[in-house]
């Protein structure tokens, strides 16, 4: 199990840009799959998006054409780019790892995560 780090939460405007970055330290094959989620208050955690060691990525409906998530394994960092965002995307945003290689993993398949980044979107 592998601690991660998150960085580049805050708070913008509807319609702005953040941008997350996720440190991910250990061996390259704890980084097959990985993935961000979020969760806001009252609701269940939710996969946003995810990426495999051979770049297939997937996204949420919600988030689709707006987020993008890439994985630079040279520099063991997991990114993602959030544009147009909504006051619906207010949430803290984990990144996690899996050893898997899934394409479309679950919550289940992550052994390492992250200790979460706050996003907060104002209307």
């Known amino acids: 199990q592998v601690q991660l780090v998150e960085s580049g939460g805050g708070l913008v405007q509807a319609g702005g840009s953040l941008r997350l970055s996720c440190v991910a330290p250990?061996?390259?094959?704890?980084?097959?799959?990985m993935g961000w989620f979020r969760q806001a208050p009252g609701k269940e955690r939710e996969l946003v998006g995810s990426i495999n060691y051979i770049d297939m990525t997937s996204y949420t409906d919600s988030v689709k054409g707006r987020f993008t998530i890439s994985l630079d394994n040279d520099k063991n960092t997991l990114s993602l780019q959030m544009n147009s965002l909504k006051p619906e995307d207010t949430a803290m945003y984990y990144c996690?790892?899996?050893?898997?290689?899934?394409?479309?993993?679950?919550?289940?398949?992550?052994?390492?995560w992250g200790q979460g980044a706050r996003v907060t979107v104002s209307s």
């Open positions: 996690a790892g899996s050893r898997s290689g899934f394409s479309t993993p679950t919550a289940a398949d992550f052994e390492s």
């Open positions: 250990g061996p390259k094959t704890s980084r097959n799959s």
